[in-house]
């Protein structure tokens, strides 16, 4: 799942050891949060989404945490629970029966059955829908028909209609029952649907059946431990109150505000005085100060970001492999690590976080290490270009440092490079979708489900949902559904690491950092915790009595 919080990514100057950015202030009180003394702040960026099935970002995943109850959850081995299933069981990996806990009704009153988690996923897996995370239902029995050959280029809506609307993949056994059938053995799909779009949507989600009704996104019901109050303020706030009576799990806080910040230098001075309650990633400015600002509210916990910047491969000017190894020599991980994060990151150099079995230190190898000589023999041999840019997102702390990276790609290739803030992250994403020219793209990634092949698939494979860059190689895609057929974790780890190696042999993006979470919070509240998917525990935290 992309992060368009500061986890996302951050950089710094070559051989400054402080570094100064720019920001404008956000304002805006927390009357919600201050009229009830039971109810919290928690900053987040402006969310893209929250529709399940297209939201592919941290912040829109926060806020879906609190209006949503999943199907499965994580203990602290990484391994699947049931939570709002009773059951998921399967004697084949290919045929999944998900049997419902009773009870539970959404935040309008409708009960929650098995036709809500039908309707809802055969309406992102539908190609002109062009849901952001369609790419998850893919190993569903009869996604292909669902999808729409676009030979223009302009996008599913100017697709022939697929074949089909529905996955076959999907039954109704009765109202808390229904089996998932995959199209090939995948031993994690448990895993799988513990991920957001695979949340249910209430009757009241549709105008008509497959048509999403007018304003629901920004009034959105869930089945979760909280509702809505009020709607969206897009750029603003998104608010939310705990649900009477809810069966599953019960908050301790009464409600949220989700505060909308621009920068994450704002942020952090609300919460330094009391205006927000918690900072999941403190700006990279302040880590220095934050021990002292904050004391044992200053907090770390594990991770599983990785943090990188993409190759547009479909511009001529990054085509070229040599020309991307070129500029991941140029770089000084260790450098930026130690001066702009303050060690509080490690360096990058493989493509598979240590938060998963499978990880292997250094898969990179030498294309990951900082050698500038190289590097500007491979730039000039391949005529790579005098000039290149960085776009980021100016909500997300980058400035700093992309500004490093820059500095440093200058220095080892001499050739004039410039960092790029978009306003947004939905900004940011909205122009590489349409192909826009934003020369290297900065993008991070937090897991979705803790298997190794989440830092594969969605990022690599050619139907990728978050492929961004234009990466395609056969022998990679077919690793990665070998490795998904596996019928052992050890037999899939194995294909998915020959995956790994092609990346390390492509380069289609330059790793970078491996983040931890860097978190505050304020005097009000007690018991947080940021968790390895780089949310606020909303079951935990509570207000000090």
């Not at 599913?156 to 089996?179: C, I, N, Y």
């Not at 918690?278 to 594990?302: M, N, Y």
């Not at 391949?382 to 490093?404: E, F, M, R």
């Not at 037999?491 to 330059?510: C, G, N, S």
Request: proline letters at 6%; one cysteine or more; a negative charge.
């Amino acid at each position: 799942m992309f992060g368009n919080r500061p986890w996302k990514m951050a950089v710094g100057t070559v051989g400054a050891a402080a570094l100064a950015l720019s920001v404008a202030a956000c304002g805006g009180g927390s009357d919600e949060a201050d009229s009830a003394s039971n109810s919290i702040v928690i900053g987040i960026a402006e969310p893209k989404h929250l529709i399940p099935s297209n939201t592919t970002e941290t912040s829109g995943a926060q806020v879906l945490a609190a209006l949503f109850y999943p199907l499965v959850d994580f203990d602290a081995q990484n391994q699947p629970i049931e939570v709002a299933a009773e059951s998921i069981t399967s004697d084949d990996n290919k045929v999944w029966t998900v049997k419902l806990k009773p009870g539970f009704t959404f935040h309008n009153g409708e009960p929650v059955v098995a036709d809500n988690y039908i309707e809802a996923w055969n309406y992102g897996a539908y190609a002109p829908n062009a849901q952001e995370a369609s790419y998850f239902y893919e190993r569903i029995d009869g996604y292909a028909d669902l999808q729409s050959k676009d030979p223009d280029g302009e996008g599913p809506q100017k697709a022939p209609e697929p074949k089909a609307k529905t996955l076959t993949g999907l039954k109704k056994v009765d109202d808390s029952t229904f089996t998932v059938t995959l199209s090939t053995p995948f031993a994690g799909w448990k895993s799988v649907m513990g991920y957001t779009a695979f949340h249910p949507l209430p009757k009241s989600a549709w105008s008509a059946p497959g048509v999403l009704a007018q304003g629901f996104e920004d009034a959105i019901v869930g089945n979760g431990p909280f509702k809505m109050k009020g709607t969206w303020a897009h750029d603003s706030k998104i608010v939310v109150e705990k649900v009477q009576g809810f069966k599953g799990t019960v908050p301790k806080v009464d409600g949220v505000e989700f505060k909308i910040y621009q920068d994450q230098k704002a942020e952090y001075a609300d919460l330094v005085a009391g205006n927000d309650d918690v900072q999941t990633q403190i700006p990279i400015e302040s880590l220095a100060s934050a021990p002292t600002d904050l004391g044992e509210r200053f907090k770390r916990s594990k991770s599983s970001s990785f943090q990188f910047v993409g190759f547009p491969t479909f511009q001529p000017e990054f085509a070229k492999v040599e020309i991307r190894k070129a500029l991941s020599m140029a770089i000084d991980r260790k450098e930026m690590t130690d001066q702009i994060f303050l060690g509080s990151q490690q360096p990058a150099t493989s493509f598979v976080s240590p938060a998963v079995a499978g990880f292997r230190e250094n898969t990179c190898g030498a294309n990951c290490e900082f050698n500038p000589t190289e590097a500007k023999k491979l730039w000039d041999a391949n005529n790579g270009p005098k000039k290149i840019q960085i776009t980021y997102n100016a909500d997300g702390g980058h400035k700093t440092w992309v500004d490093a990276m820059c500095n440093q790609v200058k220095a080892s290739l001499q050739i004039e490079c410039v960092g790029t803030g978009e306003p947004k992250f939905a900004d940011l994403l909205t122009k590489v979708e349409k192909k826009q020219p934003v020369g290297l793209i900065r993008l991070g990634w937090v897991m979705d489900y803790p298997l190794m092949e989440n830092y594969l698939g969605p990022l690599y494979s050619t139907t990728g949902s978050s492929n961004y860059y234009g990466f395609s190689n056969t022998a990679f895609d077919n690793l990665l559904k070998e490795g998904s057929a596996a019928k052992t974790t050890d037999d899939a780890i194995a294909k998915w690491r020959a995956a790994e190696d092609i990346l390390a042999k492509e380069m289609p993006v330059i790793p970078l950092r491996f983040g931890q979470n860097s978190f505050g919070h304020s005097e009000k509240v007690t018991n947080v915790e940021v968790d390895i998917f780089t949310k606020v525990d909303l079951y935990k935290i509570e207000v000090k009595k």
